[in-house]
Nanobody, 125 residues
């Protein structure tokens, strides 16, 4: 079972940037599609971005398109989320997740097999 550990969250002013990292344990990282989700207080967990096993395909929720970029380095067992032009509404706990189902890309939380513990991102206005 893959274990995931996120890092890189913090407090930033609106318009600023952060880069989240998600380090995975194990030797099979390249077999997993990876995704980022977020959950704001009082709201359901929502999809943010996903990337396929080889890093050749990505998909984003509309609210982050053009501002966030997901990428991965299979040699380092790490997936990243570069977040630019941050807005207060981006404030949430951000989670990375892995999908072993050989799907091209999926936005559904129930398709992901493992989850990190989350990292807090707070954007001040």
């Amino acid at each position: 079972q893959v274990q995931l550990v996120e890092s890189g969250g913090g407090l930033v002013q609106a318009g600023g940037s952060l880069r989240l990292s998600c380090a995975a344990s194990g030797r099979t990282f390249s077999r997993y599609g990876m995704g980022w989700f977020r959950q704001a207080p009082g709201k359901e967990r929502e999809f943010v971005a996903t990337i396929n096993r080889y890093g050749l395909s990505t998909y984003y929720t509309d609210s982050v398109k053009g501002r966030f970029t997901i990428s991965r380095d299979n040699a380092k067992n790490t997936v990243y989320l570069q977040m630019n032009s941050l807005k207060p509404e981006d404030t949430a706990v951000y989670y990375c997740a892995c999908d072993s189902g050989l799907r091209l890309l999926t936005t559904r939380p129930e398709d992901y097999d493992c989850w990190g513990q989350g990292t807090q991102v707070t954007v001040s206005s």
